[in-house]
Nanobody
Framework: QVYLAQSGGGLVQPGGSLRLDCRASTVPNGDFEMGWYRQAPGKQRELVATLSHKNTDYADAVKGRFIISRDGFQGSVYLQMNNLQPNDTAVYYC?????????WGQGTQVTVSG
């Protein structure tokens, strides 16, 4: 079993920046992909960004503002969020996907207002 521990987030004014961190309790054998998803109140969960050893993918809404990165090939993933806007307000979830399983972090609140 893999557990994902998240940190970061909080309250920021429009135009500000935050960084989210995610650390896995264990690292699985074989290839795996890590990423970030978010869910705003009353809306469906949506992909924010994913990163594997071969590919990087961003949602159109965050391209040019957010940057996803990994700690080498270890089970850590980060999300640098720049020029945050009120529509970015959501609970952000860390994700790890292997060939057979998906694991989720506990969620971190990001609120953009002021």
């Amino acid at each position: 079993q893999v557990y994902l521990a998240q940190s970061g987030g909080g309250l920021v004014q429009p135009g500000g920046s935050l960084r989210l961190d995610c650390r896995a309790s264990t690292v699985p054998n074989g290839d795996f992909e890590m990423g970030w998803y978010r869910q705003a109140p009353g809306k469906q969960r949506e992909l924010v960004a994913t990163l594997s050893h071969k590919n990087t993918d961003y949602a159109d809404a965050v391209k040019g503002r957010f940057i996803i990165s990994r700690d080498g090939f270890q089970g850590s993933v980060y999300l640098q969020m720049n020029n945050l806007q009120p529509n970015d307000t959501a609970v952000y979830y860390c994700n790890m996907k292997t060939i057979s399983r998906a694991f989720w972090g506990q969620g971190t609140q990001v609120t953009v207002s002021g």
